[in-house]
């Protein structure tokens, strides 16, 4: 059965610091998804990682994929308060259609 | 495009009561999923479909059914509400380019069952 971590869950940072968001995984996959939500909204794709040593960036956030390690980051750096959401990881399961998601990590950015 | 459209955005049931939430999707896309959103817990999948037609069961399905007649609707009937089943719903479209399954979300249904 596939299970996603993520960690920390909760995550309380000062603006213009740097901080790093893992996502392990237990089964061989290739395909790993970033999401954001931001309270009471709905899902926002961030990044789509496909293969060993992907890596994707947008402003302030990067994301890389270790398949061997079965191991994402994503990577904040010189945090804003806008960055202030729920991240979530997400990766296939069985088949490419049913993600099994991680707990998600909730960012707080405080100025 | 409207993307992909749930209603309704909130309700309120009486244990034992049954309702179907709606979901649409205007982007042609075959794969369509349902989740639920818990806290803590990220999202969970419930049924999912892979064509009109085809339906299947996800990682929490029970007390949930679902049928897939057009490849635009994708509606998941509550048939007997429970408490537990209070949580907010998410409806999702995919389709498969290279092997890429990215998934676009509604924006939710937040049910809560007396």
């Known amino acids: 059965e596939l299970k996603v971590e993520q960690n920390p869950l909760f995550l309380s940072m000062q603006e213009g610091k740097n901080y790093t968001i893992y996502c392990n995984y237990s089964?061989?996959?290739?395909?790993l998804y970033w999401y954001r939500q931001d309270p009471g909204k709905s899902l926002e794709s961030l990044f789509v990682l496909l293969s060993n040593g992907a890596v994707k960036q947008e402003g302030r956030l990067m994301a890389s994929l270790d398949t061997k390690a079965r191991l994402s980051t994503l990577h904040i750096t010189a945090a804003v308060h806008d960055l202030s959401a729920t991240y979530f990881c997400a990766v296939d399961g069985e088949y490419g259609n049913k993600l099994v998601f991680g707990a998600g990590t909730i960012l707080r950015v405080k100025s | 495009n409207a993307g992909v459209t749930q209603t309704p955005k909130f309700q309120v049931l009486k244990t034992g009561q049954s309702m179907t939430l709606q979901c649409a999707q205007d982007m042609n896309h075959e794969y369509m999923s349902w989740y639920r959103q818990d806290p803590g817990m990220g999202l969970r999948l419930i049924h999912y479909?892979?064509?009109?037609?085809?339906?299947d069961q996800g990682e929490v399905p029970n007390g949930y059914n679902v049928s897939r007649s057009t490849t635009e609707d994708f509606p998941l009937r509550l048939l007997s509400a429970a408490p537990s089943q209070t949580s907010v719903y998410f409806c999702?479209?995919?389709?498969?380019?290279?092997?890429?399954?990215?998934?676009?979300f509604g924006p939710g249904t937040r049910l809560t069952v007396l």
């Open positions: 089964t061989t996959s290739d395909r």
């Open positions: 999702a479209s995919s389709y498969s380019a290279s092997g890429i399954f990215e998934q676009f």
């Open positions: 479909s892979v064509g009109a037609g085809i339906t």
